[in-house]
C-alpha cells in the first residue's frame, strides 16, 4: 500500500530514518526550545502571580504541568544533541563547550540578582538600603547568594527577607515571616549537568561509540523505576547531597535521566529510528491520552520525545532559522523566574493573568537579548580555544615592524585552530558539508 492511498497524507509511508533527515542546520530544535522556555514562563505566571496551580495541573490530573513537560522536552532535546556532540569531539573539548554555554550565562544571571536586583528590591521594599550590605557572607546575604548557587545547583534560594512578604509565592510559606525565593528556575540546572558529566563518562570510557547497547540497558533500567514508581507510589524518594551542588532528589534525577537517555538512545541508533508521520500521530495520541486520562510518565513520555523529534524535522522550513543564529532559549529559561518576582513584587499581577503574562514574556525575552548578545554569544566565540593553540599562536606572532629583516624564518608553519567544513559556523569561509551530521556549531547553542 502506497501513500498515493491516502492522498497527500503518506500515513503509511516513512520517510526515511532519523539518520537521513536529521541535519545540523535544517531542524527546528531551536524553535522548539523557545517554545519550552516560553511554556515555562507561562506555567510559573500562575503560582508566582496568583498562588494558583502551576499551567495545565488539574488538566493533566495532577500528574504534571506545562511548566515540568517542558523540562523534560528540554531534556530529550538535550540528550540527542549533546550524545551527538559527545560523539565528535575529545572529552576535554566536550567539557570546554558544556561549560562554555552553562556557566557564563548563569554567572552573569546570579551577579545581576544578587548585585543589582536585590538592592533595588530591598530600596523598594524598605525605602533604604541601610543594612543591604552588613553581613553580605551571611548565610542569607548576597555574597553567600553567589557563593552557594555558583555551580549550578540552588543551596540558597533567597537573599535576607526579600520578597518574602511582597510576592504572593513568598507569602505563602508556613512560617509568618514567609520565604525569600529569587529565582526557583534554576533547579534543573544541576540535574542537566549531572547528564553532561554522565554523557562524559560514557564518552571517554567508548561506550557511545563502541557499545551503545550499555546506553539502551541504562534507559531501559531508569524507565523499569518509573513504571515501579507508578505501580507502587510508596517507593522512597532519597536524596544525595553533592560537593559544590548540594541536595539532588534520586526520584528527579531518575524521571529526567530517562528523558535524557531516550534522546540519547535515539541518536546512537539513528539509523533505525523511522521519521514516520503515522508514527507520529500514534504518538502523539498515546501522549495526549495519558495525560488526560493518566500514566504520562509510563506511556506518554517516551511518546513525547519522540514527538518532539519528529517536529524537529517536519515542521515548515521557515522556523529552521529561528535559534540558529540567536539562541534565546536559556536567557528565556533563567530569567524568566526572576522576572516575573521582580514584577510581582511592584504589583504587576494586579492586572489578571493574561496582561501578567504578557509582560513576563516582554521582560524575560530582553532580559534573554542581552544575556545572548553580551555574555552567551562572546562566550561560545571560544568554543575552539585551547591554552597549547593560543601558546602557539603567541610564539608565532609577527614582530613588530623595526625597519630589520629577521635572520631566518620559521621552520614550520604555526598550528591554526580552524574547524573542518562540518564545525565552522563563518559561511562563505569554508565548504560546507551536504551530509546530514550534525555541526558542532548547532550543538554548543544548546
Known amino acids: 500500500m502506497t501513500s498515493r492511498r491516502f492522498g497527500n497524507w503518506g500515513l503509511l509511508q516513512s520517510r526515511g530514518t532519523l539518520d537521513d533527515l536529521f541535519s545540523g542546520r535544517e531542524n527546528s530544535v531551536g524553535f522548539l526550545r523557545l517554545m519550552l522556555a516560553v511554556g515555562v514562563v507561562a506555567s510559573h505566571a500562575r503560582p508566582l502571580g496568583f498562588l494558583a496551580d502551576d499551567l495545565g495541573f488539574r488538566l493533566f490530573r495532577e500528574q ?12 530529550a532535546l538535550s540528550g540527542l544533541l549533546i550524545t551527538r556532540s559527545a560523539r565528535r569531539t575529545g572529552i576535554l573539548r566536550y567539557m570546554w563547550h558544556r561549560a562554555l554555554r552553562i556557566f557564563p550565562g548563569l554567572w552573569v544571571c546570579l551577579l545581576v540578582t544578587a548585585l543589582v536586583v536585590a538592592p533595588l528590591i530591598a530600596l523598594h521594599e524598605r525605602g533604604t538600603m541601610a543594612g543591604f550590605w552588613a553581613h553580605p557572607w551571611a548565610a542569607d546575604g548576597p555574597l553567600s547568594y553567589l557563593r552557594a548557587n555558583w555551580w549550578t545547583g540552588v543551596r540558597q534560594w533567597g537573599i535576607q527577607d526579600l520578597l518574602a512578604r511582597t510576592t504572593p509565592w513568598g507569602r505563602s510559606a508556613p512560617d509568618p515571616a514567609g520565604v525569600s525565593v529569587f529565582n ?31 546506553v539502551l540497558l541504562l534507559a531501559a533500567l531508569t524507565y523499569v523505576w518509573i513504571v515501579r514508581d507508578f505501580l507502587d507510589s510508596t517507593l522512597h524518594d532519597g536524596a544525595v547531597r ?41 504518538a502523539g495520541a498515546v501522549f495526549v491520552g ?34 540558529r543564529n540567536h539562541d534565546y532559549s536559556y536567557g528565556v529559561y533563567i530569567y524568566g523566574f526572576l522576572g516575573q518576582q521582580v514584577l510581582v513584587s511592584f504589583g504587576a499581577n494586579r492586572w489578571g493573568y493574561l496582561p501578567f503574562v504578557a509582560l513576563s514574556m516582554l521582560t524575560a525575552f530582553a532580559a534573554a537579548f542581552l544575556s545572548w548578545h553580551l555574555v552567551e554569544s562572546p562566550a561560545m566565540r571560544l568554543k575552539h580555544w585551547s591554552p597549547l593553540a593560543a601558546w602557539r599562536r603567541s610564539r608565532t606572532a609577527p614582530p613588530a615592524d623595526d625597519g630589520t629583516v629577521p ?3 620559521p621552520t614550520e608553519l604555526p598550528e591554526v585552530s580552524v574547524a573542518p567544513a562540518a564545525v ?9 558539508r551536504t551530509d546530514n551530521a550534525l555541526t558542532l556549531t548547532e550543538v554548543d547553542r544548546l
Open 184 to 214: 526557583g528556575a534554576l533547579w534543573s540546572l544541576s540535574y542537566e549537568m549531572l547528564c553532561y558529566v554522565m554523557i562524559g563518562i560514557l564518552a571517554v570510557t567508548g561506550i557511545l561509540r563502541g557499545s551503545r547497547r550499555f
Open 290 to 323: 495519558s495525560l488526560l486520562l493518566g500514566g504520562f510518565f509510563v506511556f506518554g513520555m517516551p511518546a513525547y520525545a519522540y514527538l518532539l523529534i519528529w517536529f524537529s524535522i517536519r515542521l515548515p522550513r521557515r522556523l529552521h532559522g529561528v535559534g
Open 424 to 432: 565552522t559556523d563563518n559561511p562563505g569561509l569554508l565548504p560546507r
Open 407 to 409: 635572520d631566518t624564518m
Open 242 to 282: 553533592l560537593p559544590l551542588i548540594g541536595g539532588v532528589s534520586f526520584h528527579l534525577m531518575i524521571y529526567l535521566a530517562c528523558m535524557f537517555l531516550i534522546g540519547a538512545v535515539l541518536d546512537l541508533y539513528r539509523e533505525r529510528i523511522p521519521v514516520h508521520d503515522g508514527l507520529a500521530l500514534l
Open 64 to 75: 504534571t504541568n506545562v511548566g515540568n513537560l517542558s523540562v523534560f522536552g528540554f531534556f
